[in-house]
């Protein structure tokens, strides 16, 4: 029986608590939602001519393909091409990423920079290649000089083909210097220039979600501080954006960058959440405390949190916001949170966030900061980041607290309450990044409905959890750092989970209030059915060593033996452990735990459970 109290405390939920966070893993930027189709276009990416090869001319003989650094198109694009043709035919081809998919009679618009320094070749042809060979259409560029300079072309195939590449070929012996040498696909997502892929981009407007958390994740720390997201490269014209090497592993252009970001969470109705480095690396995390004195430069990170809000939120009039206005956006975009790194948690990122708090609200006092902490389950470790809330809180330096959980779905099953006892004057609750990791990591029903279950608790909490966001958002088939993932693709198409639908059906459905309820269930002709108990953990001198766990069944015949169930990685505080197979042990709060079984067929079957410290008391 389900008893629901209409006319007793009705709780507020936070407006955009269905969120997005996307981050640029699994190849979710290049290759993925940014349409661009031809891999390393700018030849900035650590092997230089990754994703080209040449093309053999007459006599069998390939180009000569340098890559060079003299007077480049820019200092920010410091690399290009240089091609030498020694015969008709030569050129250089591009197979995408993985191959270009296109589709007969539909108009592909390219661009690419050339010059020829001596003078020799003042024309090329850009041509769409089936990929066996077949050519599907062809351009041709005229009027090079020995400058730089960016030519258009269209190429409109007359065949389908998922594995296209695009060639270009001198039309004269000589010396070509080639950079930015681009394709996109016939339409992106709104029809904006340098979009993103439609399909992939109408999968996120119609989950509906109330925010944005971007560019990551690890991918704003970098894996080493000279890697680390500065959102100054990210915005521009694209051929004068520094590219960098990703967190995960391969390369961003940097194709998507910070105004890319605001104005699709403006096209989709989400708050944008962007994430800033502090002046922090991946690395980094490993260096418990530092004298801030010994980062000289770290004004200027500061500078760069306090100009991102600018660029966003200032006028037209303003140095960042003429900026905004000059890249096609003169009104403000109406940006209200800010967070400061990620996953970060020791004493050397708390005062860098104090120094970056502390100058921000003096310009941006409105603005809503979101201090990080570890993932779980990180026990004390976790804590600490809480206890700092409180004293930044005190001093109005944090409104929100970014909690991050991949834990396997019992765990989210048994922490559906995990906000109810919440004190509610403590800092508000960002739930950036969760996940239920089934076995082997896959998306599964289960943890779908695991993540559902939790999410229940999440919005009977909406007014203490303000955001909360699956991650990862996107994975390309072939391409994965990480799993599950929410959303699947290749480069002709896209698949979801069921982790998707459950996030729609939360965001499509979401209460502004909820109501008490007490739900009763009667159990009178059933035997046990949920059956568990609870062990002390002790502190860390007195551990708890092990957990018996039996199941017996009616007859007294053993179901399960889980005696002396070894607690493998014990660790303190929050968090979840399998004790043996099908036993999980699991602490609620700190000084107790509960042992949850998932033995099939409960149905009058005993259970008995003894647990002893290491200093002997059961
Ligand atoms: O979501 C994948 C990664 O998980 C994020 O980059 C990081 O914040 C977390 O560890």
């Known amino acids: 029986v389900l008893e629901i109290d209409g006319a007793g405390k009705k709780t507020a939920v936070s407006p955009n608590l269905y969120g997005i966070f996307y981050e640029d893993i699994n190849f979710a930027a290049d290759g993925g939602l940014y349409a661009e189709l031809i891999q390393n276009r700018s030849f900035e990416y650590k092997f230089a001519t990754e994703s080209w090869d040449t093309l053999k001319g007459g006599e069998s003989r390939k180009p000569r393909i340098k890559i060079r650094t003299e007077n480049p198109l820019n200092p920010q694009n410091p690399k290009y091409a240089q091609i030498e043709r020694t015969s008709p035919g030569m050129g250089v081809v591009n197979a995408g990423f993985g191959g270009i998919a296109v589709k007969e009679g539909k108009k592909y618009p390219g661009s ?180 801030l004195k010994d ?169 203490v959890v303000e955001m909360a966001s699956y991650a990862p958002l996107f994975a390309k088939e072939g391409n994965v750092q990480w799993a599950p993932d929410m959303i699947w693709f290749d480069n002709e198409k896209a698949w979801t989970t069921p982790s998707y639908w459950v996030q729609k059906m939360f965001a499509d459905r979401k209460s502004e209030k909820t109501l008490a309820s007490v739900l009763t269930v009667d159990s009178s002709n059933r035997k046990p059915a949920a059956i568990g108990g609870s062990v002390g953990l002790g502190t860390w001198a007195t551990r708890t060593e092990y957990a018996d766990i039996m199941v017996k069944d009616a007859d007294g015949k053993v179901l399960y033996d889980g005696r002396k169930a070894k607690i493998r990685d014990w660790k303190p505080l929050t968090g979840s452990w399998s004790a043996k197979k099908n036993a999980i042990v699991q602490d609620s709060s700190g000084t107790d735990c509960r042992i949850l079984l998932d033995a099939p067929g409960w149905d009058g079957y005993t259970f008995s459970m003894k647990a002893r410290k290491t200093d002997g008391a059961e």
């Not at 060979?133 to 041709?140: F, M, P």
């Not at 195939?157 to 000589?174: F, R």
């Not at 940097?254 to 699709?264: D, L, N, S, V």
């Not at 020791?346 to 502390?358: G, L």
Request: aromatic content about 12%.
């Open 295 to 463: 980062l000289p430069d770290l004004k200027e990170w500061i500078q760069d949190a306090i100009d991102v809000l600018e660029y966003a939120n200032g006028p037209a009039a303003s140095k960042w916001g003429a900026l905004r206005a000059k890249n096609g956006h003169p009104a403000p975009f109406n940006v209200k949170y800010l967070g400061i790194g990620n996953e970060q948690f020791n004493q050397s990122y708390f005062d860098r966030y104090e120094a970056f708090a502390k100058e921000i609200k003096k310009v941006y006092p409105e603005v809503k900061l979101i201090l990080s902490s570890g993932p779980l389950p990180s026990g004390i470790i976790f804590d600490s980041a809480w206890m700092k809330a409180r004293e930044f809180q005190k001093e109005g330096l944090v409104d929100l607290i970014d909690e991050h959980y991949y834990c396997p779905p019992e765990w989210f099953l048994a922490n559906t309450k995990r906000y109810d006892s919440y004190d509610r004057s403590k800092t508000k609750v960002f739930l950036g990044e969760y996940a239920a990791h089934a076995d082997g990591r896959r998306n599964n029903m289960f943890a779908a409905i695991a993540e559902a279950a939790f999410m229940t608790g999440l919005e009977r909490n909406g007014d």
């Open 112 to 291: 690419i920079w050339l010059r020829s320094p001596g003078g020799e070749i003042s024309s090329v042809a850009a041509a769409l290649d089936s990929g066996s060979g077949e050519t599907l259409s062809s351009a041709s560029i005229k009027g090079i000089g020995t400058e730089w300079k960016k030519f258009e072309f269209t190429l409109s195939p007359t065949k389908d083909s998922s594995k296209a590449k695009l060639i270009i070929s001198p039309d004269q012996n000589g010396i070509l210097d080639m950079d930015m040498v681009s394709l996109f696909p016939p339409e992106t997502y709104k029809n904006r220039e340098n979009g993103f892929r439609t399909d992939l981009a109408v999968l996120l407007e119609e989950l509906n979600p109330g925010f944005m958390r971007f560019p990551g994740g690890c991918v704003v720390e970098g894996r080493v501080i000279e890697e680390a997201y500065r959102w100054k490269d990210t915005i521009g014209p694209v051929e004068e954006r520094k590219e960098a090497p990703n967190f995960w592993g391969y390369q961003q252009t940097y194709g998507i960058g910070f105004h890319e970001y605001f104005q699709f969470c403006e096209d989709i109705g989400a708050d944008a959440v962007p994430i800033v480095n502090c002046h922090m690396s991946f690395a980094d995390r490993d260096i418990p405390y530092i004298n």
